[in-house]
């Protein structure tokens, strides 16, 4: 998905588990459509940085390990 660099996304983080002094959960990335699980703040910070300052989500996990979000009714 291509997006305009530095245009506002919307993320959604579920904190699973909080293990080793950082947490472990989902980022819902709602623009994108996608979902992906991450392991650390950092990670998830990572996750969201590179769809806002780089404009696209070539640059991590979200193509390659996201799931596609449906709408559940």
């Not at 245009?7 to 080793?20: A, D, G, L, P, S």
């Not at 998830?44 to 769809?51: G, Y």
Request: glycine residues 4%; proline residues 0%; without cysteine.
């Amino acid at each position: 998905m291509d997006i305009r660099k530095n245009e506002k996304q919307t993320f959604i983080v579920e904190i699973i588990n909080h293990q080793k002094s950082t947490w472990q959960g989902q980022i819902y990335w709602v623009q994108g459509n996608k979902k992906i699980l991450f392991r650390s703040v950092m990670e998830m910070l990572h996750l969201m940085d590179s769809v806002i300052v780089d404009g696209d989500e070539s640059e991590a996990d979200w193509t390659e390990e996201a799931e596609e979000m449906v709408d559940e009714k």
